[in-house]
């Protein structure tokens, strides 16, 4: 018997956003693995799903009674899901969490809550946040069948962590992964050389500059990503790699080695105005690229070219981190936050290194230990490919969460 199953998400792409993507992903192991697999999001009149997905019934767009940011009241939701075998709520939806609890104690299916990340109170929207952790949160997570978090590590550090029990059935660990068959190392024929080396000319990117990545949103409900401590980090870095070679009172000269490097920043937004703006103000807006928002294709070139990628997050509305996992599978190391989540998506000092949150002195540290020692980025390069093999590979994931929807309802949660 096919399983069917809907899967509930605030965001979907083409909206970049890590939600999104690997609500996106789940729907598709699922539906490979044989599920009949819907998926509902609100509408809010932007970008919009590929049309073909919308018309055969494969994600199917809810009108929102009231929205704002990515929230969105949806409460004819509930009656939407009454012939679903399994639901899967992709954590948090403001203004869908509610619909989704009242059709689990009308309908009875299996429920699934993927919990992505806190919601960080702040402003208005801080009150609506405040009120869901301590109304909808609590209550979903005891009527819910399995409740997931990408690792054991922000589970425990977040605001679910009141609720995960190490020893309940019903606390999973599920890594999110990436799609091997795309983001891999760079080709060794040379015309995949030939041909990322072109795309570097297509950018004025000169042959001996090494790039800094950073990938993500740069929108408002993007704050938490930290850019503005990497263009700090930078300024830091050119500063003290320009001093004369005389040395200066109170300071010591540059005595290492000069690297070229080039900063690439990828990902749209409104606050991509004020970064250009810090960026000009410390003297490095000739070292920092802004792409806006680019295509799979573009961005998997930028992975393999990149000699580190950044991920400078703030605080714990960054719970995983997918960049850092695609950055690996494509053979380059990591630089990110030392945040409950992000800092054990990948081993430190092995494929890449932690940092202080807000601390762009130490990110500018960390980001020398790798431009200076080749042989060091060398090891951690291979170290990279060898961990998402081991734990990042979709099909592995789908493999598992498809035995989830199977699975009978044996859950022993003491909440």
Not at 81 to 93: G, M, N, Q, W
Not at 287 to 296: A, H, L, P, Q
Not at 322 to 348: K, N, Q, W, Y
Request: proline content about 6%.
């Amino acid at each position: 018997m096919i399983k069917k199953v809907a899967i509930i998400s605030a965001v979907f792409p083409p909206y970049k956003g890590g939600i999104g993507n690997v609500a996106q992903n789940h729907a598709r192991l699922l539906s490979e693995r044989g599920c009949e697999v819907v998926v509902f999001t609100p509408d809010y009149g932007r970008t919009t799903p590929s049309p073909s997905l919308v018309k055969e019934g494969n994600v199917i767009l809810l009108k929102p009674v009231i929205k704002y940011g990515n929230a969105a009241y949806v409460p004819q939701l509930c009656n939407h899901l009454k012939d679903f075998d399994t639901v899967i709520l992709e954590y948090p939806f403001f203004g869908g969490m509610k619909a989704v609890y009242k059709a689990k104690k009308k309908y009875g299916f299996k429920l699934i809550v993927f919990y992505h990340m806190d919601t960080i109170p702040s402003g208005p929207k801080g009150l609506v946040f405040a009120y869901a952790k301590k109304f909808f949160l609590p209550r979903i997570i005891k009527i819910a069948d399995i409740v997931l978090a990408s690792s054991e590590d922000y589970a425990k550090h977040s605001d679910l962590g009141k609720y995960w029990l190490h020893d309940d059935l019903k606390f999973k660990v599920l890594p999110i992964g990436v799609d091997v068959s795309k983001f891999n190392p760079s080709p060794a024929d040379s015309e995949g050389r030939a041909e990322i080396e072109q795309f570097r000319k297509n950018l004025n990117i000169k042959p001996d500059e090494k790039i800094i990545l950073f990938v993500g949103g740069l929108d408002k409900a993007h704050y938490f990503k930290g850019v503005e401590y990497l263009i700090k980090a930078i300024s830091l870095i050119v500063e003290e790699r320009e001093r004369s070679a005389t040395p200066i009172k109170g300071r010591r000269p540059w005595s290492g080695p000069w690297v070229s490097f080039k900063v690439i920043i990828v990902g749209p937004g409104e606050l991509q105005r004020q970064y250009r703006e810090l960026a000009e103000n410390l003297n490095v807006k000739d070292r920092v690229m802004f792409t806006g928002g680019i295509k799979d294709e573009a961005l998997i070139k930028l992975y393999k070219m990149a000699y580190v990628t950044v991920l400078p997050s703030i605080d714990q509305s960054e719970a995983f981190g997918i960049v850092l996992v695609e950055s690996m599978a494509c053979a380059t190391p990591v630089i990110a936050s030392d945040l409950p989540g992000v800092r054990s998506v990948f081993e430190d000092s092995v494929t890449g290194f932690v940092s202080s949150v807000r601390d762009e002195k130490d990110i500018a540290a960390k980001l020398s230990s790798i431009l200076d020692d080749p042989d060091k980025r060398n090891q951690m390069s291979d170290a990279c490919v060898q961990l998402v093999a081991q734990k990042y590979n979709w099909d592995k994931i789908g493999d598992i969460l498809e035995q989830m929807t199977k699975s009978k309802c044996q859950m022993k949660s003491k909440i």
